[in-house]
């Protein structure tokens, strides 16, 4: 397996413009995880999802932020408008679910987000 | 809010040397784990130690886990210049979900 995909990498975009981020999990794992890490909060958690459910939002930090996961090996999360403080990097991370090592973490290299 | 916290902040050693960073929690926990993140990666699992173990070796990391006083530390022995890298704890809540929770992690700079 190729591991959590990510892209982009990097985005660069001005303030107000439509963000979107996108996460390949790791084949077989039910759950998929978004994190945010910055210098000043660390890594927060925003949102994740079991079996393509959103189980919890409640890290997500305002109604411009929206995460999807129409399907088992696909998720987004996007950011609409942008403002300058969304400016971190964002993880996607997947976890087998159940089982032996059910929530051991699998990261993507993360998407690191500039937005001016 | 943050489940796990780290310390110390950061933490310079010479190669050889061992380094001890400690995770401290606030809730009951199913299992706590130790991640590492190298700069500009995404972190990766080191080891998992369950709420009711004490102790977990893997290679040169030794994890200790007291659920009394909600703590765990994690011992790197005989240091690498290959383990310069930010250390994470992070604990699960025993209410059954997977979510993990993340510190605010430990810097570790290992000089040659």
């Known amino acids: 397996d190729a591991g959590v995909i990510q892209s982009p990498r990097h985005e660069v975009t001005e303030m107000g413009q439509e963000v979107t981020l996108r996460c390949k999990p790791i084949?077989?794992?039910?759950?998929l995880f978004w994190y945010r890490q910055t210098m000043m909060r660390g890594l927060e958690l925003l949102i994740y999802f079991n079996n393509n459910v959103p189980i919890d939002d409640s890290g997500m930090p305002e109604d411009r932020f929206s995460a999807k996961m129409p399907n088992a090996s696909f998720s987004t999360l996007k950011i609409q408008p942008s403002e300058p403080r969304d400016s971190a990097v964002y993880f996607c991370a997947s976890s087998p679910g159940t089982g032996v090592g059910a929530n051991v973490l699998t990261f993507g290299a993360g998407s690191r987000l500039t937005v001016l | 809010s943050q489940q796990g916290e780290e310390d110390p902040q950061a933490l310079s050693i010479q190669e050889g040397e061992n380094a001890t960073m400690n995770c401290s929690y606030k809730t009951s926990i199913n299992n706590l784990q130790w991640y590492r993140q190298n700069s500009g990666r995404g972190l990766v699992h080191l080891i998992l130690?369950?709420?009711?173990?004490r102790e977990k070796h893997s290679g040169r990391l030794r994890v200790t886990l007291d659920t009394s006083k909600k703590s765990s530390s994690l011992l790197i022995t005989a240091s690498r210049a290959a383990d310069t890298a930010s250390y994470f704890c992070a604990t699960d809540a025993s209410g059954g979900y997977n979510k993990l929770i993340f510190g605010a992690g430990t810097r570790l700079a290992v000089h040659p």
């Open positions: 084949s077989g794992h039910n759950s």
């Open positions: 130690i369950r709420s009711n173990e």
